[in-house]
């Protein structure tokens, strides 16, 4: 059964710092990961997929990469502003034809102004 | 983008009372959509995936009875929280994939939260 640890659970930082979010999953054979942003009693907005043939996806400050070997995946997210205070989720989808994601417990951001 | 329109956003109702949350693509076919449930800082956790035209199928340690899943058409999903307790309070998102889009995201609800007195 696949799992997926985020760490650390919560994170604060000034306004102006990188962030530098973890995910690990430990079976290694997935299709995909996703990175999501969660605001509080809110949905998922996806933020970056990447797939697992990919090394690294980007999005404006948000950059992500994947070494799938070591079952990690990293979320930056370069001068962090007070907007970014939220929950980052990652998931992992299995091999084609599986849905299921596994999601990690998330990462609280809060940037303080 | 693709929209996935949840509702309501929230609900209080008293124990005993069934509940019906409704989970619509907008701007696109989903045959398939998943209902997640989420407690205080934790995980989502997949409850159940629900099937155009045919029975849902659930996790393990999911209540069929309990949770009832309907998808009648390619836009529509709604789960039922029959007989709700308090211990069913929490927070409950569907997602939804594009039809024939095999890379496409997962795309998520706003989510509803449930709360049962």
């Known amino acids: 059964k696949q799992e997926v640890t985020q760490i650390p659970a919560a994170l604060s930082v000034p306004e102006g710092e990188n962030l530098v979010l973890n995910c690990s999953f430990t079976?290694?054979?997935?299709?995909?990961l996703q990175w999501f942003r969660q605001d509080p009693g809110k949905g998922l907005t996806s933020l970056l997929l990447?797939?697992?043939?990919?090394r690294e996806q980007t999005s404006g400050r948000l950059n992500a990469s994947l070494d799938k070997s070591s079952g990690r995946s990293t979320l930056y997210i370069a001068a962090s502003q007070p907007g970014d205070s939220a929950t980052y989720l990652c998931?992992?989808?299995?091999?084609?034809?599986?849905?299921?994601?596994?999601f990690g417990a998330g990462t609280t951001v809060t940037v303080r102004a | 983008g693709a929209v996935v329109s949840q509702h309501p956003s929230w609900v209080i109702c008293k124990s005993g009372t069934s509940v019906k949350i409704e989970c619509r693509s907008l701007?696109?076919?989903?045959?398939?959509m998943f209902w997640y449930r989420q407690f205080p800082k934790q995980s989502l956790m997949l409850m159940a995936t629900?099937?155009?035209?045919?029975?849902?199928?659930?996790e393990q340690g999911v209540e069929k009875d309990k949770f009832l899943i309907n998808h009648a058409s390619l836009t529509l999903s709604t789960l039922t929280v029959t007989s709700a307790h308090p211990e069913d309070s929490s927070f409950y998102i569907c997602?939804?994939?594009?039809?024939?889009?095999?890379?496409?995201?997962?795309?998520f609800g706003n989510g509803t939260r449930l709360t049962v007195t």
């Open positions: 701007d696109f076919q989903a045959t398939t």
């Open positions: 990447i797939q697992s043939s990919q």
């Open positions: 997602s939804a994939r594009v039809i024939q889009n095999y890379n496409s995201p997962l795309h």
């Open positions: 079976d290694s054979a997935i299709y995909n």
């Open positions: 998931a992992v989808r299995p091999p084609p034809n599986d849905y299921k994601l596994s």
């Open positions: 629900s099937n155009e035209g045919s029975k849902a199928t659930y």
